[in-house]
């Protein structure tokens, strides 16, 4: 049975369509990370899944559950971290995550939980006194604390310093081995990359592509590049006429040549057929920047810089 | 469609409701400022009042004095007007401001239940402000007991259900937590400056005393005397007060947004 199940998600406000048409599937256990600029659809059609809002056109079904309909089954095993939204600000990490817990049928035990997200030592603070990130932790731990079966992590790691992404990442991954299913809004194309098992791409309110992080970067049909270093007076036909290379650029002594295949063999394999020397050889892979630039032919990040 | 039998409902149980309900009395306590106002306000008032020279005897009032019935009610009503239209509408439209009410919403707790919560906290804010009035009026002034306490009981239970009904009007229609506590304190003195708070009634232009009495604050300080002097309310107050809260509540369920 499907975890997540979107289908045909249209929503405006207003003139202003924010999903034109969505269509998702996440299996039960999968990591389905959601990828897009500001403003592409990706936070609403969140709040479609978690039931805060409801579609103009199109289903939403969360383990086969209408999450208004269902209202009540729904909430006990949908874990949402939302953007940005307070919490009673006068208490305490302990006390927030006490009275969330109370909420589920079966749930975290809160102190263990505040420790996982690492907030043992500020498990006193009150909400407003606590740090971005210490927030965010927080956020998370009231997400996960009556132990979903599928999670909404939108913007899971923003404001958080690399240690505490890194360490954020490894209780998703942990979610993962427990089987939670997680839907994971990002613009950390590193998190996407390490933690999804699918990406989807979505653009101006449509899904543009879904596929592995490795399919999609696959998909853009980006080219593998080679970069080393030769001598000046490096004759670039010595490359040229290699099956696999598409282009060979030469700037003073640094070399790249674009093309794909077995590249960076047949690249080295040719120089020293020509008795080149060649230094600081590397394979540069497309990321999945690079694929959501080619896939909606825009950069990505001019709007959210 | 599937039917998911393997997934129960589950509905926030009384430890939810207790927590949630502790969480309001934090959120209220640990808000000096919000506090102070409730408790210390009216004890300014009851204390000016108290140290002035109307505790003579009325004639025809059995013993009570212009102490008994005009300052003490309008001490009880400053407690339940700041309470319900100043106090309790910040938190809510905070709440929803911020994103609290929203956050709620995802999870098995309906926001409906900070609304509740509020009303139980305010309700325990009222009592103890009112018990703390009473008594300082009691040791300190020789204040007399209520001569139909059940009446000055309902009177007071009536009194309060009115002002939070305004207060939940206001949060539905204030934008943000400061325009909440703008409007409640702009009602609050509104209505006080017109229902005797500041001094005897008699002493405003009729028509706007007319105005000032049937307005909640009014209509609360007219029908808690009449009940501690041992007599039945006028009607009218009773109306006015009955219809605050069947118009509050029905233009808080037309305007109410959980965000």
């Known amino acids: ?69 269902d209202r009540a089954r729904v909430r006990q095993v949908l874990g949402v971290q939302l953007q940005s939204s307070a919490l009673h600000s006068a208490l305490t990490v302990r ?31 009150r909400f407003e006194k606590l740090s971005g990130g210490q927030q965010q932790r927080l956020s998370i731990a009231l997400a996960l604390v009556g132990n979903p079966r599928v999670a909404l992590l939108d913007e899971l790691t923003t404001g958080l310093d690399p240690e505490a992404r890194r360490h954020i990442w490894s209780m998703v991954e942990d979610l993962r081995a427990g089987g939670v299913t997680v839907l994971l809004v990002s613009h950390l194309m590193e998190e996407v990359e390490r933690l999804c098992d699918r990406v989807a791409l979505i653009d101006q309110g449509r899904v543009v592509a879904v596929d592995t992080p490795v399919g999609l970067i696959a998909a853009a049909g980006l080219a593998q590049r080679v970069r080393f270093r030769a001598a000046r007076g490096f004759d670039p036909t010595v490359l040229d006429r290699l099956p696999d290379v598409t282009g060979v650029e030469v700037a003073g002594e640094q070399v790249t040549v674009t093309g794909d295949g077995e590249l960076l063999h047949n690249v080295s394999t040719a120089l020293v057929h020509a008795g080149v020397v060649a230094t600081e050889t590397r394979l540069e892979r497309a990321t999945l920047d690079d694929a959501f630039l080619a896939l909606t032919g825009r950069p990505f990040a001019q709007e959210n810089s | 469609m599937t039917s998911q039998t393997d997934i129960a409902v589950h509905r926030p149980g009384p430890r939810a409701w207790l927590n949630l309900i502790r969480a309001e009395t934090k959120m209220v306590v640990r808000d000096t400022a919000g506090l102070l106002i409730p408790i210390g306000l009216p004890l300014l008032i009851l204390v000016m009042n108290g140290l002035g020279a109307s505790t003579q005897e009325l004639p025809g009032l059995d013993g009570l004095t212009a102490f008994d019935v005009y300052v003490i009610p309008i001490v009880i009503a400053i407690v339940v007007a700041t309470i319900g239209v100043v106090n309790m509408p910040s938190f809510l439209a905070y709440y929803r401001r911020t994103g609290v009410l929203r956050r709620l919403a995802v999870t098995p707790a309906h926001p409906a239940m900070v ?34 306490p059940g009446m000055a009981l309902a009177v007071v239970v009536l009194a309060a259900l009115a002002m939070y009904a305004v207060g939940i009007l206001i949060a539905a229609v204030a934008p943000t937590g400061n325009a909440a506590v703008a409007i409640g304190l702009v009602l609050f003195f509104g209505m006080g400056a017109t229902g005797g708070m500041f001094g005897p009634v008699v002493n405003l232009p009729d028509a706007v005393a007319r105005v000032g009495e049937v307005l909640p604050f009014g209509a609360v300080t007219a029908a808690v005397g009449d009940a501690w002097a041992g007599q039945t309310p006028e009607s009218l107050h009773l109306i006015s007060l009955v219809a605050a809260i069947v118009l509050s509540s029905l233009g808080a369920a037309r305007f109410f947004r959980w965000e």
């Open chain 1, 1 to 69: 049975m499907l975890a997540i199940e979107v289908r045909n998600l249209h929503k405006r406000y207003g003139q202003v369509v924010a999903v034109d048409d969505v269509s998702l599937s996440v299996d039960e256990g999968e990591i389905v990370g959601v990828l897009g600029r500001n403003g592409a659809g990706k936070t609403t059609t969140v709040e479609a899944i978690a039931g805060l809002r409801r579609p103009d056109r199109g289903t939403v079904r969360v383990l086969g559950l209408d999450p208004h309909r």
């Open chain 1, 95 to 125: 006390e927030l995550v006490g009275l969330y817990r109370s909420f589920y049928a079966t749930g975290a035990d809160p102190d263990k939980l505040i420790e996982a997200v690492g907030l043992t030592g500020s498990r006193g603070t």
């Open chain 2, 115 to 148: 609304l509740a919560a509020q009303v139980v906290t305010s309700i325990v804010q009222t009592t103890v402000g009112i018990v703390i009035a009473l008594t300082v009026a009691m040791l300190a002034f020789d204040a007399n007991p209520p001569r139909n």
